[in-house]
């Protein structure tokens, strides 16, 4: 199970932090994205980690002000959030792919949170 926290209303330039808890099963070996998803558009993965390969992956839209982090003792991911813009406004799902590298379809991912709200004001 996967439960993502930290969302909320913040105005454009403002920075918040996501975190996803793991729980009922370690996800060491497998690769952890945040995804997003506004209305009327597609998800899209922002952001995401593979601990076991050291990589990492940021889309382009959120390179340099977005940062994913994960702990292995805690079970947690974060997704430290800089420089926010209202185009950031959506529902953030914190998800585990099925495999140890990265991979950018949403479909390759089998685990999901229930999602948080990042809302910017402009």
């Known amino acids: 199970q996967l439960v993502e926290s930290g969302g909320g209303l913040v105005q454009a330039g403002g920075s918040l932090i996501l975190s996803c808890a793991a729980s009922?099963?370690?996800?060491?070996?497998?690769?952890m994205g945040w995804f997003r998803q506004a209305p009327g558009k597609e998800r899209e993965l922002v952001a995401a980690?593979?601990?076991?390969?050291?990589?990492?992956y940021y889309g382009d839209s959120v390179k340099g002000r977005f940062t994913i982090s994960i702990d292995n003792a805690k079970n947690t991911v974060a997704l430290q959030m800089n420089s926010l813009k209202a185009e950031d406004t959506a529902v953030y799902y914190c998800?585990?792919?099925?495999?140890?590298?990265?991979?950018?379809?949403?479909?390759?991912?089998?685990?999901w949170g229930q999602g948080t709200q990042v809302t910017v004001s402009s």
């Open positions: 009922g099963r370690t996800f060491s070996n497998h690769a």
């Open positions: 998800a585990a792919a099925r495999t140890l590298t990265i991979v950018t379809s949403a479909f390759l991912y089998d685990y």
């Open positions: 980690i593979s601990w076991s390969a050291g990589t990492i």
